[in-house]
């Protein structure tokens, strides 16, 4: 059973537009969540974070947002460069609640294109 | 360096090899995380150290792996009598302190070949 599920495989953006890359949890003991980028051959690079007593975290270009009611999270890149084209994962701990060990419980990923 | 460093990049093996997966974590980093990503999946957890003890290994898959960190940087993976569904990228992660608010920083991983 998937606890933290990406439902989109692939997502294509006009450069200069916004990219919005959506995910979904189920385990209501998460409360801190990440978003990590990769490129091909490479390990995933942290991007940006949000414990669960906020619902937004702004970054430069990059913004997450945190709906824990609905259990979904989302980031939001703008404006979308070609660079910016890599595979997105979002991942999921529970880093406060004092159970277990602060392991990443990550999604199958979203590869987005960022179309020049 | 400056990032999580992991060694060999590449291993080929074949079936019933022994094979050790090599990481050396950011300096200073007290928490260490070893992770298996399958074609297609997202990472998935196998076992955490912080400083030299392993705090978690429920997400070993079997016996035949072995991970540990005796002086609390370097790690390394040892799976025996490797078997084909053990072919997958091994990543190593590291975050400064032993708490659960910090993101973990991933080496470039091993690609492990079961022949």
């Known amino acids: 059973d998937q606890q933290v599920k990406q439902n989109s495989p692939s997502l294509s953006v006009q450069e200069g537009r916004i990219s919005i890359l959506n995910c979904d949890y189920t385990?209501?003991?998460?409360?801190?969540f990440l978003w990590y980028k990769k490129y091909p051959a490479e390990g995933p690079t942290f991007l940006i974070s949000i414990s669960s007593i906020k619902d937004k975290n702004e970054d430069g270009r990059f913004t997450v947002f945190l709906n824990k009611s609905a259990k979904h999270l989302s980031l939001h890149i703008v404006p979308s460069q070609p660079g910016d084209s890599a595979v997105y994962f979002c991942?999921?701990?529970?880093?406060?609640?004092?159970?277990?060990?602060?392991?990443?419980?990550f999604g199958k990923g979203t590869k987005l294109s960022v179309i020049p | 360096g400056a990032g999580v460093s992991q060694s060999p990049r590449y291993k080929v093996a074949k079936r019933g090899q022994d094979v050790a997966l090599r990481c050396d974590p950011i300096s200073g980093h007290v928490s260490l995380f070893w992770y298996q990503q399958a074609l297609g999946q997202g990472p998935e957890f196998l076992t955490y150290?912080?400083?030299?003890?392993?705090?978690?290994k429920s997400g070993l898959p079997s016996d035949r792996f072995f991970a540990e960190r005796p002086e609390g940087s370097v790690s390394t993976l040892k799976i025996q009598r490797t078997q084909q569904e053990d072919s997958a990228v091994y990543l190593c992660?590291?975050?400064?302190?032993?708490?659960?608010?910090?993101?973990?920083?991933f080496g470039d991983g091993t690609r492990l070949s079961i022949l």
């Open positions: 385990n209501s003991m998460f409360d801190y």
């Open positions: 991942a999921a701990s529970s880093a406060y609640s004092g159970a277990g060990s602060y392991q990443l419980t």
């Open positions: 992660a590291s975050s400064l302190e032993a708490m659960g608010n910090q993101p973990q920083h």
């Open positions: 150290f912080q400083n030299e003890a392993q705090l978690d």
